[in-house]
């Protein structure tokens, strides 16, 4: 997907041109003053003042410097299993701090609607604390979350902690097989594949159908390398 630059409206542009104009004459007044006072501390004082505005312009007019991209050019990203605050919080982070997708629609996708909402919340956040204006829409609705997606960001987990991690640990051990994590590799992380695997095919195929056609499926959910080693031998979705 190619998105185009960042251009300035006319109207932007006659609005900095008229602000330049007026600070500078400003800036010219000011230090003229102070330069014939013939005083050290008025020479000081215009140079401070010169700076100052100068400062105050380039902070001020740098948001008007880019339009907004086109809807049709922004980055359709959505995040699935979005419920997971903690990570949706980081990669969000990530992802608005690049000038290229602060234009982007984030969409939140997660089957839990409360903790969903809470996701949400911190995502307008930390929209607001960059100071930038991604879309950011949060649903239930899997296939409609996938609607013209350009990337996908799988991060959930089938069955929760409890039961399913918990049932991965205990039963090896009844056996007396000990496991440090049990998410990977081992009869944990096969017992998790077998959970995960179908559960994510089904989703490839709902970004089969509705996603854009060059959609990047990236995959954090654990087991990983049996979650994408299945995705590419079952489905067209690109997954890494």
Request: charged share 20%; proline share 6%; with cysteine.
């Amino acid at each position: 997907m190619s998105t185009p630059a960042a251009s300035t409206s006319p109207r932007v542009a006659w609005s900095l041109l008229t602000a330049n104009i007026l600070i500078g004459c400003v800036a010219f007044t000011l230090v003229k003053i102070s330069l014939d006072e013939l005083s050290p501390m008025g020479v000081a004082f215009g140079r401070v003042t010169a700076s100052a505005l100068l400062f105050t312009l380039v902070a001020v007019a740098q948001p008007w410097r880019r339009t907004p991209i086109p809807r049709e050019h922004r980055a359709r990203i959505v995040f699935i299993g979005a419920g997971s605050t903690v990570f949706a919080r980081n990669l969000i982070g990530d992802i608005l701090s690049y000038p290229e997708l602060v234009d982007s629609e984030l969409v939140l996708f997660d089957i839990d609607p409360v903790r969903l909402r809470t996701s949400e919340r911190v995502a307008q956040r930390i929209a607001e604390s960059l100071g930038v204006h991604p879309t950011i829409v949060a649903t239930t609705d899997r296939r409609s979350a996938f609607t013209g997606a350009h990337y996908a960001i799988s991060m959930f987990q089938v069955g929760g902690y409890r039961p399913s991690t918990v049932i991965d640990f205990e039963i090896p051990k009844k056996y007396g097989l000990r496991q440090t994590i049990a998410d990977t590799l081992g009869i944990g992380g096969i017992m998790r594949a077998l959970r995960t695997v179908p559960v994510m095919v089904e989703m490839c195929r709902d970004l089969e159908d509705v996603a854009h056609p060059d959609v990047l499926h990236l995959n954090y959910v654990n087991p990983m390398a049996m979650n994408c080693w299945a995705l590419d031998r079952l489905t067209s979705v690109r997954t890494v």
